[in-house]
């Protein structure tokens, strides 16, 4: 892995620049090492899975994951599965989350969603067929001890579980049409984006086996961040456009879905991302410089424009 501190320019964003383009390629050659060939069968659930996984996708968590193994000192390639695993699970979520019966979206990143690209059984078997396979590669790499494996597993199980993903994403369903209190919008926010993400930051810190101080202050920028990422998702739903988004936008209005900004306004909204991020970076306070990545990491997610 990179020693990060190399990447260090007198430019953030040049720095920041080097520190995701050279992970997203370590990422991708790894993504690429775990997912089944697409000419093996059964061929079409394969190549419906490596359609969604290399669809263009940012790469967020499984670099947040490398960065923070990198900051807790770990060394070598056994972060990759874990950091792997939090891709998959995010593209079945995504791949899911587009069904007729969910968010019934054709448009994903700029493509066909997986769905319409295939077809809608096949499109469920991929995104179960990503999510199991998160788990196993955590569970044989065998560069991680068994105690570090076990706790990556039971981060993202638990993350991405009933009190965290598929409970939000549930949330998320029965609230559309209800009015938007705040304390509604945090809760779905808080187990449908920021858990996972929060997820994605300790996977790298665990398995490199941070001491429980690292682990609590990461956990604590993981959320905040994780919950400005959503906020910041749903003003680009009102201020995006499409072209930049690859998806449509506009839909959480007309859903009526409990957002930031249908619950505190644009300007209420952005403020609370503001907000969120000044905490994010308060919690690195205790890495001094080393977390220098990370906090350009959280910038980045709120400034994003897709
Ligand atoms: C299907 C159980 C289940 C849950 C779905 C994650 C989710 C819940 C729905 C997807 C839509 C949504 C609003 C997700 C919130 C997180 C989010 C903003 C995802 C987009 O993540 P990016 O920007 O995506 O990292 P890329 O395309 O870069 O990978």
Request: net charge negative; glycine share 10%; proline share 4%.
């Amino acid at each position: 892995m990179h020693s990060g501190e190399e990447m260090k320019t007198s430019s953030g964003e040049r720095s920041l620049k080097a520190h995701l383009s050279e992970r997203r390629e370590v990422v991708d050659g790894a993504l690429e090492r775990f997912l089944p060939d697409a000419s093996a069968p059964p061929r079409r659930l394969h190549e419906a899975m490596r359609y969604s996984v290399f669809s263009g996708g940012k790469r967020l968590r499984p670099i947040l994951a490398l960065t923070t193994f990198e900051l807790a000192g770990g060394e070598g390639d056994a972060v990759l599965a874990p950091a792997c695993a939090t891709e998959f699970i995010h593209t079945y979520s995504l791949i899911h989350d587009d069904l007729p019966a969910m968010d019934d979206d054709d448009l994903r990143r700029g493509r066909p969603t997986c769905h319409k690209a295939f077809d809608e059984a096949t499109a469920i078997l991929a995104g179960d067929a990503l999510l199991t396979l998160a788990f196993e590669v955590v569970a044989r790499e065998g560069r991680l001890t068994p105690e570090r494996r076990l706790s990556v597993v039971a981060e993202l199980a638990a993350a991405n579980g009933l009190a965290g993903m598929v409970g939000g994403q549930v949330a998320d369903m029965e609230g559309e049409g209800t009015p938007a209190i705040l304390e509604a919008v945090e809760f779905i926010h808080l187990r449908k984006t920021a858990l996972p993400l929060r997820a994605a930051v300790l996977a790298g810190a665990l398995a490199a086996g941070a001491s429980p101080d690292d682990v609590t202050a990461l956990g604590t920028f993981g959320e905040k961040i994780g919950l400005a990422f959503q906020i910041a998702d749903d003003l680009l739903d009102v201020t995006g456009t499409e072209e930049e988004m690859g998806k449509a936008v506009g839909k959480d209005e007309g859903r009526g879905k409990l957002t930031y900004p249908a619950a505190a306004g644009v300007s209420g909204a952005a403020a609370r991302a503001r907000e969120l991020t000044d905490e994010a970076l308060a919690a690195l306070d205790v890495f001094g410089d080393r977390a220098w990545a990370l906090r350009e990491i959280a910038s980045f997610v709120v400034e994003r424009r897709n």
